[in-house]
């Protein structure tokens, strides 16, 4: 016989120093269990029977019910697990009332385990009642800081139906803990003293319990009275080095067929038996091995055919014929599953390649869009939106941020049939939502930075407008190429398509046109006057002066309009605005007033007047710009000779020449000689107001009795009443 080598020397002295532990300690009375609660090793509740002090088990059996604690304190054991976690009974923090308001009882818990830390999976924080703030203060297992957190519960009786099961803020709150927390205090106060909500709920409560052991509802107020302690789960280990470092040494824990693990959670290791062997991974006799073939967790055809092997098993083939001269049916059903196998291994193979790719092209295809919006929000200030809504502290609740989506669908992509309209910031269209409701989207034009202030600028302006004749802001949608506004629509038209139309049976009444211009400068001296920070619209022109079917005036287009602070009275700015609307003097200053409103306004008088166009290229040179050409009519007593024949044919001579005379006041060179748009307005409803009173239209019997701007007569057609 060979001499044994001196590995196996070794091997033989090694099993004979764990048979020996294995003696001493299965030597000693070792209590396994302590009332209904299994005591497994590296726990103990004498010194031969635990691993070292950390893992103490005392058995108190003072009561009639036997019941393990933790160490020597007072901590009771409910459950112990060789994966690593202990779960324990925590006291309950609570914080009690009289009707009176004044405090009756209040108990504040800690809890010193410091070589467990509290498990972050298992249990959460919770404080429960309707006037409720509780914190949990801990140390950190990594450092000696200090983590301290908390949260907020009220409510009025009024919510007990909303309770339902959800501990979400309203008469519960519940917030995870981190990792690595140990030697908590709970503590719970009231700020009301319950004064308010004593009748159903004179108590505060807050604890840190494993989650799945609380439930709330409307009767956790009742049922937490009687409760002393709820479950909580710490997390164990052996000592507080890795894997690495502690194996090899002297005390290593991970005994026979174990492996040893670093948990996520915490410092030290815990040990786990291999895939095959069962039992405790702690105790020197260390992990036993499965005999699949006696446990059926094999899957061999036959069972006679399942040869165990340590930590695993076989299946042998059979070997030869029966004594009646048949074959033996059984095939090797090892080759037979090696062959099913390795098929639905490539099937598989196949199919995983196949919907790995499709899913990596679609995440990758996701992946791209999602950033592409996330880019063209920030190009198309998002973040500047954001800031200035910030900084304004203006509401978005009412303003609805659409996806791009939503209106490609309501517009059938952008398609041509559904342009409603051109200007100098973009194009509009009609659009139609899912809930039917129609819309009008604005579309920019690709823009420079420049422009892209201009229409967050629309934005926050319409966000701090609230006026029946100021079309409503609905939404916008910043994760386009260009940005979107979204708009109430209104059907009718501009008021410069109605009077400027070539169709004069087509055109609009002197009284639509008075009322049209009435709320168009009660707009404006709203935005002047009463707005919360004075609005400088800043292209203030027909086009812009939207009509619904009822040819009431929508006010829109705020893409140049201008905050002014309350302690400024005037803009220096870069000259913005249409041609033929323009204020000379805030063209020559760039200082930009109320006044150059003023001014634009005066001009849309003249087009209601005239029915003429602000700027013309094309006849007389001193007719081209409508301003001048109006001033010098009236300076030569010819108005009634520039008249719109629509105007010129409703009679109301009267009426006329006072918005006339207001007309050229808004037209003066001077800003400070113009009128406010407060007193336009004014005049304005005066004007509107008489009409009601007695006719304007007159009997003009002889030249001489018509009197005209400048007192001198003309010689103008006279108009006789019917």
């Not at 016989?1 to 196996?8: E, F, G, I, Q």
């Not at 003072?62 to 994966?83: A, D, F, K, Y």
Request: net charge negative; proline share 3%.
């Amino acid at each position: 016989m060979a001499p044994p080598t001196l590995s196996r020397i070794l091997q033989l002295i090694l099993s004979s120093c764990l048979l020996a532990a294995g003696a001493s300690l299965g030597s000693q009375p070792c209590e396994d269990k302590c009332g209904d609660v299994s005591i497994p090793y590296p726990f103990g509740t004498t010194p031969e029977c635990y691993l070292n002090r950390a893992f103490l088990i005392t058995c108190n059996k003072s009561s009639s019910t036997h019941r393990p604690q933790l160490g020597r304190g007072n901590l009771v054991v409910t459950n112990i697990t060789l994966e690593g976690q202990v779960e324990v009974l925590n006291n309950v923090a609570r914080d009690c009332y009289s009707a009176s308001g004044t405090r009756v009882d209040r108990y504040s818990p800690w809890l010193r385990a410091s070589m467990y830390t509290i498990s972050n999976d298992r249990n959460k924080f919770t404080a429960v009642g309707c006037d409720t703030y509780a914190t949990v203060t801990a140390e950190r297992e990594d450092s000696d800081t200090e983590y301290i957190t908390g949260c907020i519960s009220y409510c009025d009786k009024n919510d007990a139906k909303s309770f339902g099961n959800s501990c979400s803020g309203i008469g519960c709150c519940q917030i995870p803990i981190p990792s690595g927390l140990k030697n908590i205090n709970v503590s719970v106060t009231s700020y009301n003293n319950h004064t308010y909500v004593w009748d159903f709920n004179p108590c505060s409560y807050a604890f840190v319990a494993d989650q799945s052991k609380f439930n709330f509802s409307f009767t956790s107020f009742d049922e937490l009275e009687d409760v002393e302690f709820l479950p909580m789960v710490l997390d164990w280990a052996i000592g507080n080095e890795t894997c690495n470092v502690s194996q090899g040494k002297f005390g290593y824990a991970c005994k026979q067929n174990s492996i040893c693990l670093d948990p996520a959670n915490r410092s030290g290791y815990i040990c786990k038996c291999k895939v095959g062997y069962e039992g405790n991974p702690y105790h020197p006799s260390g992990c036993q091995d499965i005999d699949e073939c006696q446990t059926s967790k094999h899957d061999c055809v036959y069972e006679r055919k399942c040869v165990n092997t340590p930590g695993s098993y076989k299946c042998s083939c059979p070997k030869g014929f029966h004594g009646d001269g048949r074959k033996d049916g059984t095939r090797c059903s090892r080759n037979e599953l090696n062959v099913i196998k390795i098929s639905i291994a490539f099937s598989l193979c196949v199919l995983v390649v196949i919907v790995g790719s499709s899913w990596l092209f679609y995440i990758n295809k996701k992946r791209k869009v999602l950033n592409m919006k996330k880019k063209f929000f920030r190009q198309n200030g998002g973040l500047l939106l954001q800031q200035e809504l910030h900084e304004r502290e203006a509401s978005t609740e009412t303003v609805k941020i659409f996806t791009s989506e939503e209106l490609e669908t309501a517009t059938k992509n952008y398609d041509e049939s559904h342009i409603i309209g051109r200007g100098g910031f973009g194009t509009v269209y009609k659009g139609i939502l899912k809930k039917g409701t129609e819309v009008a989207i604005k579309k920019s034009r690709v823009v420079d930075q420049s422009q892209i202030k201009q229409f967050i600028n629309e934005v926050i302006i319409l966000s701090q407008i609230n006026h029946r004749n100021v079309v409503k802001l609905l939404g916008c949608c910043l994760e386009t190429e260009v940005p979107l506004l979204v708009y109430e629509c209104v059907s009718n038209g501009t008021l410069s398509d109605h009077i400027h139309c070539e169709d004069k049976d087509s055109s609009i009444s002197w009284e639509i046109r008075l009322r049209i211009a009435t709320e168009s400068a009660q707009v404006l001296s709203y935005l002047h006057s009463a707005a919360s920070t004075p609005i400088i619209h800043r292209d203030v022109k027909p086009a812009n002066i939207l009509l619904d079917d009822n040819y009431t005036a929508k006010v829109s287009d705020f893409g140049a309009s201008r905050l002014v602070p309350m302690d400024q009275t005037q803009l220096s700015t870069m000259v913005q605005g249409t041609l033929g609307y323009l204020d000379p003097e805030y063209l020559c200053t760039t200082q930009l007033t109320e006044k150059s409103d003023v001014y634009s306004f005066g001009v849309v008088l003249v087009e209601l007047l005239t029915g003429k166009t602000a700027h013309s290229f094309v006849g007389p040179e001193e007719e081209r710009n409508l301003a001048n050409h109006f001033n010098r009519s009236l300076r030569n007593d010819r108005l009634f000779q520039i008249l719109d024949e629509k105007v010129a044919n409703e009679r109301a001579v009267e009426q006329i020449k006072e918005v006339a005379k207001l007309a050229k006041r808004c037209l003066s060179i001077k800003g400070e000689e113009r009128p406010s748009m407060k007193e336009v307005a004014q005049e304005l409803e005066d004007l509107r107001k008489l009409t009601c009173q007695h006719p304007w239209a007159e009997v003009a019997v002889n030249i001489e009795e018509t009197q005209f701007l400048l007192g001198q007569a003309s010689s103008v057609s006279t108009y006789v009443s019917n």
